[in-house]
């Protein structure tokens, strides 16, 4: 059997090129998986996978890497993507869970979960920077993928808006930390707080600078965690047909497999 040959997508071929180059090799139904919160030391992960319609119906105005667009427009494109999506997933991961399994295990677990979750079974997956094994269906491990891949960027903005909301709710619990501003990342606000007040269950533990101000001295940092702190259980955000959201169960770490500047494709199964 000849090997088909390889597809080359130049990043400046535009967001949407990578899809559609993997649909005219037979892929009908591409699905892009990203999380948000890798970086931050409170608050939970949350990974979310989509697949967006071929053609222009998957076309989403304003699509963009979620970083790089404003709160309110990731709140629009929020909105388009989960009226328009074949299908979409929502995995998030407390902060206890990250402090008991590891950050890149609940990371991967999270984004395989949320793959696995959706009602479209995907026929190729595209994963911004980390490989994810055990799909049965072939994927691709794309460096800065929700720069790259619409369907990874869509991702990306569920992931983002999902958590940001939940940042806003924890800061209405735990206020002091400014967590509806910064959303749990390392901040001169965020470290005076955490030097002021200690630590509140929704930060990790197992996280240097949280760990450095717990007041717990002669105990790993994964342990120092308060008392009392409430168990790991599915948080149901929202039900809708094409999407869910859930809590992920940590798997072992796999080595990522990114790719460089042009993406190269080939056909089968990894």
């Not at 735990?174 to 501003?181: I, S």
Request: with cysteine; proline share 7%; charged share 25%.
């Amino acid at each position: 059997m000849l090997t088909p040959p390889r597809t080359v997508v130049r990043r400046e071929a535009g967001l949407y090129a990578l899809e559609r180059a993997l649909q005219r090799r037979g892929f009908r139904h591409v699905a892009g998986a990203d999380e948000a919160g890798r970086g931050a030391c409170a608050g939970p992960l949350v990974a979310a996978a989509a697949v967006l319609p071929e053609g222009r119906r998957g076309e989403i105005d304003g699509l963009a890497d979620s970083k790089l667009l404003t709160p309110a427009s990731r709140e629009r494109v929020y909105e388009q993507v989960v009226a328009r999506a074949l299908a979409y997933a929502v995995v998030v991961i407390p902060a206890d869970e990250v402090d008991a399994r590891g950050l890149h295990v609940c990371n991967l677990a999270a984004m395989r979960r949320a793959l696995a979750s959706l009602a479209t079974r995907p026929d190729y997956v595209l994963t911004d920077g980390f490989g994810v094994d055990g799909l049965d269906v072939p994927g691709l491990a794309v460096w800065k993928g929700d720069r790259v891949a619409a369907c990874v960027a869509a991702a990306s903005v569920l992931a983002k808006v999902t958590r940001d909301r939940m940042m806003v709710e924890l800061d209405a619990a735990f206020p002091g930390y400014g967590f509806a501003e910064h959303k749990g990342y390392i901040t001169a606000e965020h470290t005076a707080a955490l030097r002021e007040r200690g630590p509140c269950r929704e930060h990790r533990f197992s996280y240097v600078n949280v760990a450095a101000v717990s007041g717990v001295d002669g105990r790993p940092p994964r342990s120092r965690r308060p008392v009392g702190a409430r168990p790991v259980e599915p948080m149901e955000r929202f039900e809708a047909s094409r999407g869910t959201v859930g809590v992920a169960l940590g798997e072992q770490p796999r080595p990522p497999a990114p790719v460089g500047e042009d993406v190269v494709m080939e056909g089968g199964v990894r």
